[in-house]
């Protein structure tokens, strides 16, 4: 099993910038697929990018394409989201998440369910 933390939610204007980190614990974090969601009340929660354990496949909702990028540090155990061009519909509480299998091939899952370890959340709030 793998513990993550997300961190670096806060409120901004529209236009802004914000680079979210998920700290994770666990022998296989470095294994695994990671991926950034997002959740707004009354809503199911929804995919925002994807990136391979090897970092090689990076995968964007297309509400976000050309304004977030995410990125890894296996190393560090680390996943960031860097979210530019803020729009005040990008407001939710945003997770970080991890694959449920090691060493998996193919795309990077779009489905919440195909993940077995969630942080705690953060949130983000864009005024207009």
């Known amino acids: 099993q793998v513990q993550l933390a997300e961190s670096g939610g806060g409120l901004v204007q529209a236009g802004d910038s914000l680079r979210l980190s998920c700290a994770a614990s666990?022998?296989?974090?470095?294994?695994?697929?990671a991926g950034w969601f997002r959740q707004v009340p009354g809503k199911e929660r929804e995919f925002v990018a994807g990136i391979s354990w090897s970092g090689g496949q990076i995968y964007y909702a297309d509400s976000v394409k050309g304004r977030f990028t995410i990125s890894r540090d296996n190393a560090k155990k680390m996943v960031y989201l860097q979210m530019n061009s803020l729009k005040p519909e990008d407001t939710a509480f945003y997770y970080c998440?991890?694959?449920?299998?090691?060493?998996?091939?193919?795309?990077?899952?779009?489905?919440?369910?195909?993940?077995?370890?969630w942080g705690q959340g953060t949130q983000v709030t864009v005024s207009s």
């Open positions: 666990g022998l296989t974090f470095s294994r695994r697929s």
């Open positions: 998440a991890a694959y449920r299998l090691v060493l998996a091939s193919g795309p990077v899952s779009f489905l919440p369910l195909e993940y077995d370890s």
